[in-house]
């Protein structure tokens, strides 16, 4: 922590204070068709696609389908390298392509690293459908020259916006860190055909150079480029090496997936005007580098951009359930100072004003059964205030002073309280039932209700609930203690559910994903854990299950997964 490209104290409290109290979607590979002879005259070498292909934001009549063209050997993303490239795209709803869907074409170019996004309309409501993409290469854009195929991907529209819906099920992962382990959980996720969609809550990826997050030593496989990314071609190729991992490209290919970023994917612990990971002046300007990171981001990630620059948007499936995506680092005040109070302020805000106005009359105006919210950071608070000195002290370095007592974490909506009360408080009075929290970030998995007043809970009331998923690979407390599992998790567990009775459950070691199923009658979700993120064929295996009834406000436990 002596390094300032290592995590700060305040990015996973959490963890660290917990440490102080004591049928299978193949993956598709790509192989470009043979060079051109050498001699002379010869067309250039065929365009390849090694990157994959992925779609994103289902709607009742579309989806976004996306790719990258390699248009010949040593154009890498941020490269700036390779001609424009002509690219048609096809879907069909059977993998074969006997009867054409829709169609397209479209020119990738270096102005956009070669990335290509075909934001489809005209298809059925609750459909899957086949997608691939075709290039020309050689051509100098002409569309002459040797012609490559895509993989296939799979992709699903949404239900219609006024269906009664039985169900809808997403995969939901979070914080994926390249050095860490290898991306299993992706694996398992594309493996299952039972998804709508899969839903990435943040820390897609990780800004560090290489050895800078884990440890030093400690990484498994290396970052490209090899140091902090700081610019847009730095930013491009980052991307461009983790959409080289196969489990990530199975994903994509087996399922939409509805992404929202948190800072990892600008730097850590971001803000509206800077972040912990930033030095202005030694690493430029902050404006300028959020600026190439969004640009990068938008450019490969199948994403829809609500307003320019921001990735807070609104998705519905059916009758049954609303999802209300947050951006929750682009216009945040500055996380607060640890242990001056400041996280009180009215004048602080995580989601600014015109953000949560929408998030508002959104939730408002919802005719759902559910209000999903996929934030990128824990919204319950989490205090320390009833943990004995012994166990308390060592904390106090790292915490802030809310309110509601001791806060873990002013990067979460701890630091920002007014917002969060201000939320609360419009749940309460406008009659706002069955809101479901959906939260990644803090390496942990969580169950839990998010009440009015912590402080008094249970006699306060739940507003809401919480469900979050530990990460895909990012180190947890066992990770940072080097112990094996439960070595000192389970009395930190126990403490934090004492200090926090709306807390139901808290897994502060394993790695995976989570499964959210949503009926009428419920939503659920199912915890799955992998083996060991440091093997590549980590098996995956049910851990838990919580769920919450229509109307209750509450987290209970269920004995087995829906499936």
């Known amino acids: ?237 980052r991307h461009g090496t983790y959409k080289t991992d196969t489990d990530l490209q199975a994903l994509h290919a087996a399922h939409p997936v509805i992404a929202i970023w948190d800072d990892h994917e600008f730097a850590n612990d971001a803000w509206s005007g800077g972040a912990q990971n930033h030095t202005p002046g030694t690493e430029g300007v902050w404006e300028e580098r959020v600026a190439a990171a969004k640009q990068a981001y938008f450019e490969w990630m199948p994403v829809r951009a609500s307003t320019e620059g921001t990735v807070y948007r609104r998705l519905r499936f059916g009758r049954l359930a609303d999802l209300h995506l947050l951006d929750l680092r682009s216009f945040r005040s500055e996380q607060a100072s640890i242990g001056n109070g400041a996280v009180d302020a009215p004048e602080r805000t ?65 630091g920002y309280t007014d917002d969060r009360r201000e939320l609360i408080a419009h749940l309460r009075e406008r009659g706002i039932t069955d809101t479901v929290f959906l939260t990644g970030d803090i390496h942990m998995a969580w169950a839990s209700e998010v009440p009015v007043r912590a402080a008094t809970y249970p006699l306060s009331p739940s507003a809401a609930t919480e469900f979050v998923v530990t990460s895909v690979t990012s180190d947890n407390l066992d990770d940072i203690l080097r112990v094996a599992p439960q070595t000192v998790s389970l009395a930190a567990a126990a403490a934090v559910r004492t200090a926090n009775r709306h807390v139901k459950w808290v897994d502060m070691d394993s790695h995976g994903y989570g499964v959210l199923d949503v009926t009428a009658e419920q939503a659920q979700m199912d915890y799955y854990v992998l083996s060991d993120k440091t093997a590549e064929d980590a098996s995956s295996a049910w851990s838990r299950s919580y769920r919450t009834r229509r109307g209750t406000q509450r987290v209970e436990r269920v004995d087995r997964p829906v499936r």
């Open 1 to 237: 922590m002596t390094s300032r490209h290592a995590p700060s104290p305040s990015r996973r409290t959490v963890v660290r204070a917990a440490a102080a109290t004591a049928a299978a979607v193949p993956v598709l590979s790509v192989t470009a068709s043979a060079s051109a002879s050498p001699a002379s005259g010869a067309a250039a070498p065929a365009p390849a696609f090694l990157h994959g292909v992925a779609s994103g934001d289902p709607l009742p009549d579309g989806v976004l389908l996306w790719t990258r063209v390699t248009p010949e050997p040593g154009a890498e993303p941020g490269s700036g390298r390779g001609a424009d490239t002509p690219v048609r795209w096809e879907v069909a709803e059977d993998r074969e392509f006997t009867a054409l869907t829709a169609s397209g074409t479209t020119l990738a170019s270096a102005a956009s690293d070669h990335t290509v996004k075909a934001d489809i309309r005209g298809l059925r409501p609750a459909t899957s459908y086949y997608f691939r993409f075709t290039a020309n290469g050689g051509g100098g854009g002409t569309g002459e020259g040797a012609e490559v195929r895509s993989p296939v991907g799979r992709t699903r529209t949404a239900p219609a916006t006024g269906a009664s819906v039985a169900g809808v099920r997403f995969g939901v992962v979070s914080c994926a860190n390249w050095e860490a382990g290898w991306f299993s959980a992706y694996r398992h996720l594309a493996a299952r055909a039972d998804l709508d969609a899969v839903l990435h809550l943040g820390d897609y990826l990780y800004e560090y150079a290489s050895g800078g997050y884990p440890a030093q030593g400690a990484a498994l496989r290396e970052h490209r480029p090899a140091h902090e990314i700081l610019n847009l071609a730095d930013y491009r190729l």
């Open 350 to 414: 995580i989601t600014g004003r015109a953000q949560l106005d929408w998030l508002k009359a959104g939730l408002a105006g919802s005719d759902a059964v559910w209000k999903l919210v996929g934030t990128s950071v824990m919204i319950s608070p989490v205090a320390f205030g009833a943990l004995p000195a012994h166990l308390l002290g060592p904390l106090t370095g790292l915490l802030g002073l809310p309110k509601e007592g001791l806060a873990v974490n002013v990067d979460q909506w701890d």
